[in-house]
C-alpha cells in the first residue's frame, strides 16, 4: 500500500512549504515581473521619468544586427560548453570509477573547481592565455600558433568556452560519477561472461543506463551556458573583440548598464528568458524520449 503523510493540521504543509515560497516568488517571479514590466516603458537612466511605448522595444531589437548577431553566438557557444562538458565530465567520471589505488585524492581534485567563482575562473584562464606572457599562450607561439584573443574573434570564442566547460566539469563529474557507480555490477559481470568488450560494455549497457543523468545534465548545462557564464565572459573578454563574444546574457547587461537602455535592456532579459524556457520545454518534449528510466 502507498504510504502518505498525514498532517494533523491543514495549515501546517503550507507553513512548512512557506520558505521555499517566499524564496521563489522574491527572488524568480518578482525579478521577473518587473522586467516584463519594464520591457514596455521607455525610461531614463536614473529612473525619473517613464513613458509606455507597448513593444516598442521589442520591435527595435529585432531591427539591431548586433542583437541578431548575439543569438548565432550564444547557440554556437551554448551548444559547445554543453557538449564538451558533458563529453569530458563522462571520461573523467569513467576514469575516476576505475581508480583503486588514490581514488579519494583523485576524485577531490576534480570536485574542487566548482569551488571557485565563475569572476575567478575568467581571470584564471584570462591570465593563462594572456599574450604574450601567459603561459599557455607563450607555449602556442612557441609551438608557432600566434594566439591573440583580444584580435581574434575565435581565440576569445576558445578562451571563454574553456574557462566555462572547466567551471562546470565538477558539477558533471559528480553526477556522472553516482550514476556510474549505480550501475548493477552483475550487468556488466554478465556481459563480459558474454565476451563483450570494454567499449561494448559501455555503449549497450552503462550509457543507456546513464540516460537519466545525461539528460539532467544536458538541461542544466544549457541553462548554465545561458545565465551563469556572464561573469567568465565579463572577466575574460567583455564581450570582445567588438562583439564576437557578446552573448545573450552580456548583452542585456551592456545595453542596461553601460549604455543606460532600461526598456531595451528589459526586453531582452524577457526575450532571454522566453528562449530558455522554449528550450527546456523542447528538451522535456523530445529529447527525453530518448531517455530510459
Request: aromatic share 16%; proline share 4%.
Amino acid at each position: 500500500m502507498e504510504k502518505r503523510v498525514r498532517f494533523k493540521s491543514a495549515w501546517l504543509p503550507w507553513v512548512l512549504v512557506a520558505p521555499q515560497m517566499a524564496i521563489v516568488l522574491v527572488f524568480f517571479f518578482w525579478p521577473a515581473g518587473q522586467a516584463l514590466y519594464q520591457s514596455v516603458l521607455q525610461e531614463d537612466a536614473f529612473g525619473t521619468s517613464r513613458e509606455f511605448v507597448g513593444l516598442e522595444n521589442f520591435r527595435r531589437l529585432w531591427e539591431d544586427p548586433s542583437y541578431v548577431d548575439s543569438f548565432y553566438t550564444t547557440a554556437l557557444f551554448s551548444v559547445l560548453v554543453a557538449v564538451i562538458g558533458i563529453c569530458v565530465a563522462l571520461l573523467l567520471a569513467v576514469m575516476a570509477n576505475r581508480v583503486v589505488r588514490g581514488a579519494a585524492i583523485y576524485k577531490t581534485l576534480l570536485i574542487w573547481p566548482y569551488a571557485v567563482a565563475p569572476v575567478v575562473a575568467g581571470v584564471l584562464w584570462l591570465m593563462m592565455f594572456a599574450s604574450p606572457w601567459g603561459v599557455v599562450s607563450y607555449t602556442l607561439q612557441a609551438l608557432g600558433y600566434d594566439w591573440n584573443h583580444l584580435l581574434s574573434g575565435r581565440d576569445a570564442m576558445a578562451l571563454i568556452v574553456m574557462a566555462s566547460v572547466w567551471k562546470q566539469i565538477s558539477y558533471n563529474f559528480l553526477f556522472f560519477l553516482a550514476g556510474l557507480q549505480s550501475v548493477p555490477s552483475s550487468v556488466i559481470e554478465a556481459a563480459t561472461i558474454d565476451g563483450a568488450s570494454p567499449w561494448k560494455r559501455f555503449w549497450s549497457i552503462v550509457f543507456p543506463l546513464l540516460s537519466p543523468t545525461t539528460f539532467f545534465l544536458l538541461v542544466m548545462n544549457v541553462i548554465y551556458a545561458f545565465f551563469d557564464t556572464f561573469a567568465i565572459v565579463d572577466a575574460a573578454t567583455q564581450g570582445g573583440p567588438g562583439k564576437d563574444t557578446s552573448i545573450l546574457v552580456y548583452k542585456v547587461y551592456y545595453d542596461g548598464f553601460k549604455a543606460l537602455d532600461m526598456g531595451g535592456s528589459a526586453a531582452q532579459s524577457v526575450v532571454l528568458m522566453a528562449v530558455v524556457i522554449l528550450l527546456t520545454v523542447f528538451q522535456f518534449r523530445f529529447v527525453e524520449k530518448k531517455v530510459q528510466y
